[in-house]
């Protein structure tokens, strides 16, 4: 069973456009991992967000962690192909229970 | 490219076969962490070895046990196989402890129970 709920599923979108990936637990989070993963690959860290209202961005992607709500969003700006891929939230519960979403499957139409 | 190796990339097997997944770590990484990813269940943290010891569990089998060796690589094996231990089994390394950190992530090993 996911103790994380991601959303949307999947997500199909026009390069350049912005999008939004959202995920949220149904536990107290310690810490919330954004990752990619290209098909039947490993995955690929994006970021980390441990405090509440914390936000971190690399090139494009920003994520924020809204801790009272223990719900994190990732955004996309100005999307391009490369940004395809799956992705994938981690939560960290306490030291021994780390959860995955089920992930968000993105293509970027050029 | 990672700097985590897996072993092998394939493994194709039968019901009720043991196997061993092999994992060497980034290069002074002493974290080892194990993941099973499948269809149904999605990703799932398996166990954490730190510097040879054990020192975190997930939704680990009792058919699956796993090991950290002295020079820090890590096993995972994997016994009395079922159909539905098919999946991506992938190793992750980070050089501390905790959760806490960035943890980089090997190709993977597909395994394929038949």
């Known amino acids: 069973s996911q103790e994380l709920e991601q959303s949307p599923q999947s997500l199909i979108v026009q390069e350049g456009k912005n999008l939004t990936i959202n995920c949220t637990s149904s536990?107290?989070?310690?810490?919330l991992y954004w990752y990619k993963q290209k098909y039947g690959e490993g995955l690929i860290f994006l970021m980390m967000?441990?405090?509440?209202?914390e936000e971190k961005s690399h090139e494009k992607i920003t994520a924020k962690l809204d801790e009272k709500k223990q719900q994190s969003s990732l955004h996309i700006t100005a999307s391009q192909p490369s940004h395809a891929g799956i992705y994938l939230c981690g939560a960290l519960h306490n030291n021994n229970d780390m959860r995955f979403g089920a992930g968000t499957r993105l293509t970027v139409k050029p | 490219d990672s700097g985590v190796t897996q072993t092998p990339k394939h493994l194709i097997t039968a019901t009720g076969q043991r196997v061993t997944l092999r994992c060497s770590p980034r290069s002074g990484d002493l974290s080892v962490y194990w993941y099973q990813q499948s269809l149904d269940q999605g990703l799932q943290f398996l166990i954490q070895y730190y510097n040879g010891e054990e020192r975190a569990k997930g939704n680990i089998l009792e058919r699956f046990s796993a090991q950290q060796f002295p020079d820090l690589h890590s096993e995972l094996n994997l016994s009395s196989l079922e159909l539905g231990d098919s999946a991506l089994y992938f190793c992750?390394?980070?050089?501390?402890?905790?959760?806490?950190?960035?943890?980089?992530f090997g190709p993977g090993t597909r395994l394929t129970v038949l």
């Open positions: 536990k107290t989070l310690y810490g």
């Open positions: 992750a390394s980070s050089p501390h402890l905790g959760h806490y950190n960035e943890q980089f």
């Open positions: 967000l441990q405090k509440g209202g």
